[in-house]
């Protein structure tokens, strides 16, 4: 959980909201077929409950500042698509809409490209 005080009071953001803001933000990108999981722990939900979820792929670090974050994802890209230009517009979206939705600052933005599939 991420607690921020301001001069109203304090505001907390539980990770499931950040990282299903970040998940939908980064598959609303062009090219971006599914996001993977991220962690060992992701993989066992989602063969769990055998369903996709927004969060899969999102790992979330804090950064070196305390109002600062550190966005990792996993995606699957589509097949024959320039993987740099959807990288940088991943990176850019996602930061653009974690920083205007919560007011913290994203230091690095890191996009793994797990695989390619034709859709």
């Known amino acids: ?47 769990l409950k055998r369903a996709e979820e927004l969060d899969d792929g999102v790992k979330v670090t804090a950064g070196d500042s305390p109002k600062a974050i550190v966005i990792d994802l996993h995606i699957t890209v589509m097949y024959g698509v320039n993987v740099s230009a959807i990288t940088d517009s991943i990176m850019n979206k996602v930061k653009y809409v974690v920083e205007r939705e919560t007011g913290l600052t994203v230091s690095a933005v890191n996009v793994f490209v797990d695989g390619m599939e034709n859709s």
Do not use: D, W
């Open 1 to 47: 959980m991420i607690r921020m005080n301001t001069h109203l009071g304090a505001i907390m953001l539980t990770e499931g909201y950040l990282s299903n803001l970040i998940g939908h933000a980064a598959t609303g990108c062009f090219g971006v077929v599914r996001m993977n999981p991220a962690s060992p722990a992701q993989g066992l939900k989602k063969v």
